[in-house]
């Protein structure tokens, strides 16, 4: 049970987003406030975290998601340091052996020069690569329908993202954040209805809240609906799979774009992992985690094997389903207060992005609290009166 009746900061969800708003709180020399962390299942085994395939890319064609991934980059490298020199904490790297991007039409082409373009000028080193250049880069390759590719090995690639997870949440726990296994059930207003006033849980208990942050992953709709809010925020299932191979490639596979929306990496020394949404691409209800066989052999299987002849010989060593928080505006995220509802904050809608975002996220939600506006990187256009107004922030590199 929570050992307050009243906290300033009450965060719904204790995932990626949610831990990382608790630390950088802690972090923040001007907040001195109680912070209350509210998870439905500390086991974590279901939220959209332990699902990720945990990757982090500045091959974007928004500069601010350049740069958010840019400050992401840094953390992870410097993770003991931000963490205060603590000796317990490792030490991290990112696995850069990129993302490659393929286009197989004049149209897509044209857009990955003009991201690259974006990419450059955000001091990113994102290179595009002819059908020749890939065969020689990567001879396993077969790129015949292929006009351009792109691909940036700084600071892209695979990261460990879990451990920055816990090292978050034990932080913040030593901190004095206080985490509780409860959900959130009602939300109370003032009569204006301008501010929540208090939150209801599952155990019965009433908590006061001077801030609400919404950091419930694909529920986050759910919980935006307790305080009489529209989110237009729903799970969609992504399916991901393991595999070794009869025949290694002969070098790390850059986690790999096809153009038909499949993708596959290096995952291990002698593994890979493919991922793809479903077809179609329906949201599914939030417990709904089953995989579909023929998704795998009819659509996924063919694709990267036609694109990889090795990979005709394959054998799968696991596989998952799990939930992008998918915001059907926009695939961008949502953060900060709603229009009307003052105190409650958004940190949703991320749509696959989330984990390598964490950092710059948490960090300007911390600042939204504590100074009322953000201090270090401007993160007001994934503010919520775009989707008030209904009015997108594009992001063309969308996966």
């Not at 197989?104 to 595009?128: C, K």
């Not at 009869?246 to 929306?261: H, N, Q, V």
Request: hydrophobic share 40%.
């Amino acid at each position: 049970m929570p050992q307050h009746e009243t906290y300033d900061v009450v965060i719904i969800g204790g995932a990626i987003m949610g831990s990382s708003a608790a630390w950088f709180l802690t972090d923040n020399p001007d907040f001195t406030g109680r912070i209350l962390v509210v998870e439905k299942d500390p086991s974590y085994q279901s939220c959209s975290t332990a699902h990720t395939n945990s990757c982090m890319r500045q091959q974007f064609s928004n500069p601010l998601n350049v740069r958010i991934s840019q400050f992401a980059a840094d953390f992870v490298k410097n993770l003991r340091q931000y963490m205060g020199g603590d000796p317990r904490v490792p030490e991290l790297t990112i696995q850069n052996y990129g993302y490659l991007y393929l286009a197989d039409t004049p149209g897509f082409a044209d857009t990955l020069r003009a991201n690259q373009t974006v990419q450059l000028a955000a001091g990113a080193e994102t290179r595009l690569l002819t059908a020749d250049q890939i065969r020689a880069e990567y001879p396993f390759f077969v790129v015949d329908d292929i006009l351009l590719g792109s691909i940036n090995t700084k600071d892209e690639g695979y990261w460990d993202g879990g451990t920055v997870f816990d090292w978050w949440r034990r932080s913040a726990r030593a901190r004095g954040v206080e985490y509780i296994a409860d959900e959130v059930v009602a939300m109370t207003r003032n009569a204006s209805g301008t501010r929540v006033e208090s939150v209801t849980l599952a155990s019965g208990a009433v908590i006061g809240c001077g801030t609400v942050i919404n950091a419930s992953g694909p529920r986050a709709a759910r919980t935006a609906r307790m305080a009489g809010i529209d989110l237009p925020v729903e799970p969609r299932k992504r399916y991901t799979w393991v595999f070794s191979a009869e025949k290694p490639l002969s070098r790390d596979l850059p986690l790999t774009i096809d153009p038909s929306g499949v993708h596959m990496r290096q995952d291990g020394p002698k593994t890979y992992l493919a991922g793809s949404k479903g077809d179609p691409d329906p949201a599914v209800d939030y417990d709904d985690f089953r995989m579909d066989p023929d998704l795998w052999q009819d659509h996924v299987w063919p694709i990267i094997a036609t694109r990889i002849p090795q990979f005709e010989s394959i054998k799968i060593v696991t596989e998952w389903a799990g939930h992008y928080a998918y915001n059907t505006l926009d695939q961008n995220a949502v953060l900060g207060p709603h229009t009307q509802v003052e105190n409650f904050l958004f940190l949703n809608g991320f749509s696959g992005h989330g984990l390598q975002q964490s950092p710059a996220m948490g960090r300007g939600i911390s600042e939204l609290v504590t100074y009322g506006a953000f201090r270090t990187l401007d993160l007001s256009p994934f503010g919520y009166d775009r989707v008030a107004r209904k009015e997108p922030l594009i992001e063309k590199a969308v996966i």
